[in-house]
């Protein structure tokens, strides 16, 4: 089945930082999503990208559609304290397909140093 | 807006017995999802929901896990009989529609003893 790569794992890193992951995909996905998840809370949806080669940007957040449609990255500017969470990214194949058929990341833990 | 309401927030009970979970999706949403979430891990979709019916039950332990959305809004999930790999936190998710993303509940987190 279709599979995701995320890495790095975790990250620690110092306030002001900035911050990359990314996830990487043998399948073709034609969304790509990231989450983030603090501790006891659901996923909440921060950038959606839907289109190939897609740049996007959340306020210090910016997420990139690979251009392959096999990978996509997450860069987080001047990281600050409640940066601090689980980031997941998401994949989803097909065409008008639905939440339903999202693939995971195993997510990349992210410390903040004050 | 209200949220996706999930109960209870914390449930233990012992292998080999029962457990249900309850979700209140963001009123008006006709999709719902329920996905498990073991430690380390991301969500894995367990089954979807159109309204009070099925559009994805692949991912489902049937012999042992059961879900129903009787009236098209309020859903169940059931364990029966647990087993310790159940041990998850399970989050219900609802969209207005299908191809639109959907917001999660804060979810269940059972530990199955």
């Known amino acids: 089945g279709q599979q995701l790569n995320q890495s790095p794992q975790s990250m620690f890193i110092q306030e002001g930082e900035d911050v990359s992951m990314n996830c990487t995909s043998s399948?073709?996905?034609?969304?790509w999503l990231w989450y983030k998840q603090d501790p006891g809370e659901g996923p909440v949806l921060l950038i959606a990208?839907?289109?190939?080669?897609e740049l996007t940007s959340n306020g210090r957040l910016t997420a990139q559609f690979g251009i392959t449609r096999k990978d996509s990255f997450l860069n987080i500017s001047a990281s600050i304290p409640s940066d601090v969470g689980i980031y997941f990214c998401?994949?989803?194949?097909?065409?008008?397909?639905?939440?339903?058929?999202?693939?995971f990341g195993k997510g990349t833990k992210l410390s903040v140093k004050p | 807006e209200a949220g996706v309401a999930q109960s209870p927030r914390y449930k233990i009970i012992e292998k080999r017995q029962s457990v249900a979970f309850w979700c209140n999706p963001i009123?008006?949403?006709?999709?719902l999802y329920w996905y498990q979430q073991i430690l380390g891990q991301g969500p894995k979709l367990l089954i979807q929901f159109q309204n009070n019916g099925v559009v994805d039950d692949s991912q489902l332990p049937k012999d042992r896990f059961s879900a129903e959305r009787l009236k098209g809004v309020d859903s169940t999930l059931k364990i029966q009989p647990a087993k310790l790999e159940d041990s998850a936190v399970y989050l219900c998710?609802?969209?207005?529609?299908?191809?639109?993303?959907?917001?999660f509940g804060q979810g269940t987190r059972l530990t199955v003893v």
């Open positions: 990208l839907y289109k190939a080669g």
């Open positions: 998710a609802s969209s207005s529609q299908p191809e639109v993303e959907a917001f």
């Open positions: 998401a994949g989803r194949g097909g065409y008008g397909g639905s939440q339903g058929n999202l693939i």
């Open positions: 399948s073709i996905f034609n969304t």
């Open positions: 009123s008006g949403h006709a999709t």
